[in-house]
């Protein structure tokens, strides 16, 4: 320690030592790119010092929204005739964060590979985007976001095997003979349907729009098939060869309830203990046991008081945790019955539900398409609109029917 000397160094030498050893960590990266690339260069800012904002990584972080990016893409390409890739150049997008790199090559190498006469025929999305748009469809659909268990089904049907009768245990004495006890089978079958959606969006948003509408058309799209899927799989699916059969109509027959005329709380406490009872008689295990009803049914139930004008405990419970009786709630307008003056409530453990969905996801787009709007067909070569449509893969079973009960007639906040 006593032949160590101390060493005395300045600011401004300090300043120097760093720059020294800056500029020449610099020159190595420059020459690590220009070996890999001759064309490539370390952006001059580096010779600024290390800020932050300095070094440039030649790779855009894909937006959110970049489902909602391709498709305009699409839609503006077909629109201006040109290649997806040109829209992208324009919009000052890399196209390699778009589309996949063998997709992109093909382009590069000026194929007829443009997205947008590819969907024309009916081309399927890349697994990427169709994962997007999945994982955004859960957000929406309310019975995906309950946690129905979702399978893929990669040949478009799968069958499970189910347990229709179980074996019988018994007692017997010391010298008496065994008796064998055998269960019985049954089968769940799910074969894919398809699920369309269809959104118009004006040519000239298409042309000059902003980049919201990437958003608009993205969020659009999936609304659409959001409550088409959650009004078909809740109550209007019919189990037909192009139709899924809906909880509604998987009811069995003694589990179907009707409100009890001139709702109380107490008529309404018993209307909801019925449903629940229901399930316990079947043994239905409560894995994962939802409630789907209205919003106006459920602001009815949370408004629910005694004699005394004190809320009862299970509609202060609704308010507090979003629990009836320990059971999570969705709700939805799709369980309103046509006429619109009464509707639906639905209890059943998805535990014992099946969604399963197709491998693809195809998404159309025609220039100046025609589509209905609720009452009338509108031309778009007339009304200056282009058409996407989406198209989905799906199917929906229940392997135990007992685990699902219903409420009907329900005039609860209408």
Not at 73 to 89: H, P, R, Y
Not at 145 to 164: L, S
Not at 330 to 339: A, K, M, N, R
Request: with cysteine; hydrophobic share 35%.
């Amino acid at each position: 320690m006593d032949n160590e000397k101390e060493i005395v160094i300045n600011k401004d030498d300090l300043k120097t030592l760093i720059k020294d050893n800056v500029d020449e960590a610099v020159k190595a990266i420059e020459e690590k790119h220009k070996a890999e690339d001759g064309k490539k260069k370390v952006p001059e800012p580096l010779r600024e010092g290390f800020r932050s904002d300095a070094i440039k990584v030649n790779i855009v972080k894909p937006q959110e929204n970049r489902l909602g990016m391709l498709l305009r893409a699409l839609g503006k390409s077909e629109i201006e005739k040109k290649t997806i890739a040109t829209v992208f150049t324009e919009w000052g997008k890399e196209v390699r964060n778009y589309l996949p790199e063998d997709i992109e090559k093909q382009i590069k190498a000026k194929k007829s590979l443009n997205m947008s006469l590819l969907a024309s025929g009916g081309a399927m999305v890349f697994e990427d985007y169709a994962s997007d748009f999945i994982d955004l469809l859960t957000a929406k659909s309310v019975l995906r976001k309950a946690g129905v268990p979702v399978i893929d089904m990669p040949n478009g049907n799968i069958t499970f095997t189910k347990v229709t009768g179980g074996t019988t245990a018994y007692w017997r004495g010391e010298t008496e003979n065994k008796r064998a006890s055998t269960p019985t089978y049954g089968q769940v079958k799910l074969d894919t349907k398809i699920l369309v959606g269809q959104v118009a969006v004006s040519d000239q948003l298409l042309r000059y729009g902003s980049l919201n509408v990437d958003a608009m058309v993205q969020n659009r799209l999936l609304e659409d098939v959001a409550l088409k899927e959650d009004i078909t799989l809740l109550l209007e699916g019919t189990g037909t060869v192009n139709t899924p059969k809906s909880l509604y109509n998987w009811t069995p027959s003694g589990n179907r309830n009707t409100m009890t005329a001139s709702p109380t709380s107490a008529k309404v406490q018993s209307d909801l203990y019925k449903m629940k009872r229901q399930l316990l008689a079947a043994n239905i295990p409560m894995v994962k046991p939802t409630w789907f009803m209205t919003p106006s049914a459920r602001n009815y139930i949370e408004a629910q008081v005694d004699s005394n004008s004190n809320l009862m405990f299970w509609a202060a419970e609704l308010i507090n945790k979003g629990t009836l009786l320990g059971i999570p709630v969705e709700t939805t307008t799709q369980l309103i019955d046509s006429g619109g003056t009464t509707s639906n409530i639905i209890l059943a453990d998805l535990n014992a539900t099946i969604l399963g969905q197709g491998m693809s996801l195809t998404i159309k787009f025609k220039e100046g398409g025609n589509y209905y709007n609720g009452t009338e067909t509108k031309i778009g070569d007339v009304t200056g609109e282009s058409v996407y449509t989406c198209e989905l893969e799906e199917d929906f079973a229940v392997a135990h029917a007992e685990a699902i009960t219903r409420l009907t007639g329900v005039t609860w906040g209408i």
